[in-house]
């Protein structure tokens, strides 16, 4: 099957998810589950909300393919984290958690199933979290899961494309926890998560929608674009939701307070497989 993805925000058509079934924290990764490690996650209503978005998505016409999910990977609902698209190319993450690799191993059968071309990732790690496309561009987190090296190997794979490193600072765990794009000329950013460095860069490129400490704990960047400017969001996120409906934006919100008590949101419990440019 045809896999594309150009940017963040074409019209997406197919996806892969997974349930939270099995969803828990158990070694604490990020400052978001350090603060819920006591609650810890409630499956049931994790499962309930991840339900709802996935309703919300086939309500927009957009394909759903779930992966078999099991009773030990309790990371599975993030399933951007283990693959990306670039192009029309469908790479395999290199995951620096051991216990993360057998995701991918899950993701590359039900590929080979459908018979979906992929490329794996060798070497270095890299995780999807920290790519993102706009065209030609390609943006990259460095941070504690991917390398500059990493960058530098995808780099010789990609020569017609620009690769941008954005090392990320203070305890940010992946680029779409600090920076989102959702249309050509707008980009959601918490600038304290990226050096000044990159903040200049990305402000020369895209205006740039501020989001809070308080809403970058909530996941505030962490949208789903799904075309035609249409945006999903967290309820609790209202400042965000504002500044997107005041430029236009069509913003869907959908309670995810559960899941993202494990670090990730909207952006990061997707894989796009296929976005069509209008």
């Not at 925000?9 to 158990?26: F, S």
């Not at 759903?64 to 190319?89: A, C, S, W, Y």
């Not at 992929?118 to 496309?133: A, K, M, R, T, Y």
Request: hydrophobic fraction near 40%; include cysteine; aromatic fraction near 6%.
């Amino acid at each position: 099957m045809t896999t594309v993805c150009q940017s963040e925000y074409d019209r997406l058509t197919r996806v892969i998810v997974a349930e939270p079934t099995y969803m828990a924290i158990t070694e604490v990764i990020n400052e978001t589950q350090k603060h819920f490690l006591t609650d810890n996650i409630d499956t049931e209503v994790a499962t309930h909300q991840h339900q709802m978005f996935v309703d919300v998505l086939k309500n927009e016409g957009i394909e759903v393919e779930h992966l078999p999910v099991k009773d030990h990977l309790n990371e599975q609902v993030f399933t951007r984290d283990i693959g990306f698209i670039l192009g029309k190319t469908l790479f395999i993450a290199n995951m620096a958690s051991n216990i993360r690799k057998e995701e991918t191993k899950l993701l590359t059968d039900a590929l080979e199933k459908s018979n979906t071309p992929f490329q794996p990732l060798v070497g270095p790690s890299i995780e999807g979290g920290d790519v993102l496309i706009d065209g030609k561009t390609i943006y990259v987190g460095v941070s504690e899961r991917t390398t500059q090296a990493s960058i530098d190997l995808l780099k010789q794979q990609l020569p017609d494309y620009e690769l941008c490193p954005l090392p990320l600072v203070g305890d940010i765990l992946h680029l779409d926890c600090t920076f989102n794009i959702v249309s050509q000329t707008d980009a959601l950013i918490y600038r304290d998560g990226l050096t000044d460095e990159a903040v200049e860069l990305l402000a020369q490129r895209y205006n740039l929608i501020d989001v809070s400490a308080d809403e970058q704990f909530t996941l505030g960047t962490n949208v789903l674009s799904i075309g035609d400017k249409k945006v999903i969001s967290l309820p609790n996120n209202q400042a965000v939701n504002k500044q997107l409906k005041d430029k236009g934006y069509q913003v869907i919100e959908v309670a995810f307070d559960e899941i993202i008590k494990s670090g990730g949101s909207f952006r990061c419990c997707t894989l796009p497989v296929v976005r069509v440019q209008d």
